[in-house]
DNA sequence: AAATATATACGAAAGCATTCGTAGTTGCAA
DNA sequence: TTGCAACTACGAATGCTTTCGTATATATTT
């Protein structure tokens, strides 16, 4: 499965929320969060392409068509979180994890969250 | 200050690594690691436009010029670390965390290292 | 039924990063 | 001093993503 480029991921994301969309809900919710607005046929060209690389499916028996993710979303973040590792920490997702809590505004609830992943990944440390 | 490009960003890493470089020698540690060897011409038209955005500096006086990074490497990992924050996990960095370590081969000496910055960060928690 | 709104399809332009060819310069070695 | 090696400068080509204009078809409203 092929990375999804910066657009293509932002209209994925819409995707894994809504399940399945049209191009107009999907251009929809790009616009409400943006900041400048992209104009329709720019998503309908976007998604078409994804159609064509195999990430997104689409159901074509009503006029307007309705797209559904074929990309993962953890499968695909894995993807992405590698590469960016990689680029720019070197390979090391340590690294990326101490400078993303450093500077995290993480709730103590969110921070018992890691704890507790953490505690988790040290057992199973300790069984192997 | 400009975030650099994915090109850019490979540069970077090599003046950081080894503070001041010559065009020759960061094209060379460049080779070193790529599979795909990447021109003279490319590095030093790459690090030209570097100098032009600010992100390095250049020393002219020898007719080798000696290139050293402006940019710092913990404020560029930083901005490159929210920008992907933003577009792959909806900006939540707890997320982008919980992924990072849930598939790390992270060791235990790095687990109990992030479990220490979790703890610090805690205590601060209190102390708010 | 005519006008209007909303779809898809698709070529092409625009924007940006990367790559390279080539010209011109400077140092060094034969 | 002649020639070769290594350097800078820079325009231009390439490649990829995004954006948009326009043609065309299908629904909906008046």
Redesign the interface.
């Known amino acids: 499965m092929q990375q999804p480029t ?1 657009g293509e ?2 209209i994925l ?1 819409v995707l894994w929320r809504l399940g399945g969309a049209t191009v107009r809900e999907v251009n929809d919710r790009l616009n409400d969060d943006s900041d400048k607005p992209i104009g329709y046929t720019t998503t309908l060209k976007l998604m078409q392409l994804m159609a064509d690389k195999g990430l997104v499916s689409r159901d074509t028996s009503s006029r307007s068509h309705v797209y559904t993710a074929i990309a993962g979303r ?1 499968r695909t ?2 993807g ?2 590698r590469r ?2 990689d ?4 390979g090391s ?2 690294q ?9 505004n ?1 709730t ?1 609830d ?2 018992a ?3 507790r ?3 988790e ?2 057992k199973e ?1 300790n069984h192997a």
Do not use: C, M, N
């Open positions: 910066e991921l932002a994301s953890e973040q894995q992405l979180l960016f590792v680029a720019t920490f070197g997702r340590t990326l994890v101490l400078r993303a809590l450093g500077e995290s993480a103590p969110e921070l969250e890691i704890k992943l953490i505690e990944l040290e440390e």
